[in-house]
T-cell receptor
Framework: QKEVEQDPGPLSVPEGAIVSLNCTYSNSAFQYFMWYRQYSRKGPELLMYTYSSGNKEDGRFTAQVDKSSKYISLFIRDSQPSDSATYLCAMRGQGNLIFGKGTKLSVKP | KAGVTQTPRYLIKTRGQQVTLSCSPISGHRSVSWYQQTPGQGLQFLFEYFSETQRNKGNFPGRFSGRQFSNSRSEMNVSTLELGDSALYLC????????????FGPGTRLLVL
């Protein structure tokens, strides 16, 4: 079992839809959870960072961490065509950052 | 502030050759990490340098090496290239080794023929 599992998609939604992206993990030592967005031919950029459990909101983006279920989510409200990108979850305990393989999202106008 | 820059952006090599990739971090950032990104394995951590010292290393063979200079610029070297080394190599910088916010460069796309 891989440490971090992420559905690769692709995921296609109409503009204005609510998008839900998810990752599961197996290592209960993970405490730091992040979501990165990667546009084509670019490096990843940090979207959201959460320490331990709970929710965090930033504009149209909400990150949720459920440590009891070893499950993290990123919600995008009122999705826009400019949100079309690959979204990578990442997490770590005391060691290196472990990334999911990414979910490719396409938001159609 | 200028972002993380990586050179070259694209590279084609043949099996058995070696390659050196360069990364200039954001001004003032002292930590530089390197990652390999492939469709099959995703983004995998190679190593991290802080103040010219390797702080952390991922699970890659010894053919992959790196170094950091006193101005925080970093180089990554891959010797005896294999076809499986074809990937996007990403560099990320952060202010200190303990900071969770790291900034990625655009990457160097390496193709090994």
């Amino acid at each position: 079992q891989k440490e971090v599992e992420q559905d690769p998609g692709p995921l296609s939604v109409p503009e204005g839809a609510i998008v839900s992206l998810n990752c599961t993990y197996s290592n209960s030592a993970f405490q730091y959870f992040m979501w990165y967005r990667q546009y084509s031919r670019k490096g990843p950029e940090l979207l959201m960072y959460t320490y331990s459990s709970g929710n965090k909101e930033d504009g149209r983006f909400t990150a949720q961490v459920d440590k009891s279920s070893k499950y993290i989510s990123l919600f995008i409200r009122d999705s826009q065509p400019s949100d079309s990108a690959t979204y990578l979850c990442a997490m770590r305990g005391q060691g290196n950052l472990i990334f999911g393989k990414g979910t490719k999202l396409s938001v159609k106008p | 502030k200028a972002g993380v820059t990586q050179t070259p952006r694209y590279l084609i090599k043949t099996r058995g050759q070696q390659v050196t990739l360069s990364c200039s971090p954001i001004s003032g950032h002292r930590s530089v990490s390197w990652y390999q990104q492939t469709p099959g394995q995703g983004l995998q951590f190679l190593f991290e340098y802080f103040s010219e010292t390797q702080r952390n290393k991922g699970n890659f063979p010894g053919r992959f090496s790196g170094r950091q200079f006193s101005n925080s610029r970093s180089e990554m070297n891959v010797s005896t290239l294999e076809l499986g080394d074809s990937a996007l190599y990403l560099c990320a910088s952060r202010p200190t080794s303990g900071s969770e916010t790291q900034y990625f460069g655009p990457g160097t796309r390496l193709l090994v023929l």
